[in-house]
Structure formats: C-alpha cells, structure tokens
C-alpha cells in the first residue's frame, strides 16, 4: 500500500493507523499547491479531488477520505484493536467519533487555515471548535482513550485535531482531560514513527 500525504496535514490520521496496525506501506509527499507527488506524478490523476490523503491499495485501487481510509486500514488487521468488529454497537460508536471528528473539528478548522478569512470570522470559527473541545473534554473523563482504555482510528484523528489547535492558537489549557489524552497519544511508540516519517518530530 502507499499513503499519499502532506505533512502534518489529515493525513496524518490514517498514517498513524498504518503503523499501529503493523502494516507494510510506502509513503508519498505531495506538493498540494502543484497537485504534484514526490516522484513528479499529477496527483489529480490519482485522486481527482486534489486532496489527501490517498490510499493506494495492492490491488491498484485508491481509497479516498481519512474516515474511510482508517476504518479499511483497521478492518484489514482486526487483532489490531484499531476498529470494533463491523456490525456491533461498538463499532457504530467509533463511526460516530469519527463521524464527529470530521463534521464537527476538522472541517471548522479550514477557515482558521485560510489566510484571506477575517479575524472577526476567525473568532466565530474558534468559538465553536472550543464548545466543541469542551464536549470532547468531558468523555474523555476517566478515560484514555475516547471509548475507553483502548486506542483505535478515532483516537489517531482527534489527536491530530489537537496539534491543529497549536497551528491556529487556539488555547486548549482549560481542557486539561483533552490534553492528558494528547500527551498520552504522543508517547505511542506507532505515533513517534508516523511523526518522525513526516519530518514531525
């Protein structure tokens, strides 16, 4: 399989799942401004929608959008703990993390990204994602990890969520459960490798 990511960018969710499941990948960078891969390839003859990340499987095919791509990473090491088993209430609890995660977090913060959106809009936007972070604080009381003492897909993209709000200044102290979690995540020996892969470290 090969990962085509940007660093540091939504992409690091399914990598972060690559490596804690244990499977053998390739990664590509992609200049996303180009719509150019590392080796020179048009990237939008990969994926049309000029995004990452992107998933080539062994079979030629390409799997697009984080929420997908980790689910199918998981599902293909299910002793990995990365996803419950399709079918059970668990596993429609960890589609509505990541259902959350991706509606509610990551696309709040693409305006905090754009340099042309004005301060006052700016604050709109860091209003929400903080009443936002505030409701992930509170499940996270007494937990580890989002549905209990158990890492899976979800936790790898909130975490990055969380590096996101250092990005855009948004002041996570008054969450301190949100931060235990992050500190817990970064010390993954998988999450080190995923970071330290994308020159994050």
Request: glycine share 6%; net charge neutral; aromatic share 10%.
């Amino acid at each position: 399989m090969k990962l085509y990511y940007a660093p540091g960018a939504c992409s690091v969710s399914p990598h972060i799942a690559l490596c804690e499941a244990g499977l053998a990948h390739e990664i590509e960078k992609v200049d996303l401004k180009a719509r150019k891969t590392e080796s020179g390839a048009d990237f939008l003859a990969i994926n049309p929608k000029g995004y990452i990340p992107a998933l080539k499987l062994d079979n030629g095919e390409v799997l697009v959008e984080g929420v997908a791509i980790v689910q199918y990473i998981a599902d293909r090491k299910p002793d990995s703990g990365l996803a419950p088993r399709a079918g059970t209430m668990e596993r429609y609890r960890l589609q509505e993390w990541l259902t959350f995660i991706s509606s509610e977090l990551h696309k709040a913060f693409s305006p905090l990204f754009n340099a042309a959106m004005p301060e006052e809009g700016k604050k709109i936007f860091r209003d929400r994602l903080m009443t936002r972070f505030a409701y992930v604080d509170k499940q996270l009381a007494g937990r580890d990890y989002l549905m209990g003492s158990a890492f899976n897909v979800a936790d790898g993209y909130l975490y990055n969520m969380c590096r996101w709000a250092k990005r855009v200044e948004l002041d996570l102290s008054g969450c301190p459960n949100v931060n235990a979690f992050v500190a817990r995540v970064e010390a993954r020996p998988k999450v080190i490798e995923a970071l330290r892969a994308e020159g994050l470290m």
